[in-house]
C-alpha cells in the first residue's frame, strides 16, 4: 500500500511541474496519467486481504482489530493445549504396557 501511495504522490508532484523548468523528467500528461492508475491499482491490491469482513482469526489484521477476542481465544487455545499434554501421558499407558494373554 505504501508502494500505492508514492505513486500518487508522485503524480500529483508531476501535475504540478508539467509545465516548468523543475520537469526534468520530462513527464507528459500521459505519464501523470499512467503514474494515478499504477498507484490506484497498487493501492487496491495491497488491501485486498486487510479489509475484507472474513479474515481468519489467527490473520494478524484480525487480531490487531480485536484484541480482546483474540487474547480470549489465544487462553483457550493454551488451556485445550494444556489439558491435551495432561491426557496424553493417560491415554498412552495401554499402549505401553499391552494386556499379556496367559497360554495355557
Request: proline share 6%.
Amino acid at each position: 500500500m505504501a508502494v500505492g501511495a508514492l505513486f500518487l504522490v508522485s503524480g500529483f508532484v508531476h501535475i504540478f511541474v508539467l509545465d516548468r523548468s523543475a520537469n526534468i523528467l520530462d513527464f507528459g500528461m500521459t505519464n501523470v496519467i499512467f503514474t494515478f492508475v499504477m498507484g490506484l491499482l497498487i493501492i487496491t491490491f495491497g488491501m485486498y486481504g486487510r479489509v475484507t469482513g472474513g479474515l481468519p482469526h489467527d490473520n494478524p489484521y484480525w487480531r490487531r482489530r480485536h484484541p480482546r477476542e483474540a487474547a480470549r481465544e489465544s487462553l483457550a487455545a493454551r488451556r485445550r493445549e494444556r489439558a491435551r499434554t495432561a491426557l496424553a501421558p493417560a491415554q498412552e499407558a495401554p499402549a505401553r504396557y499391552p494386556a499379556t494373554r496367559s497360554h495355557g
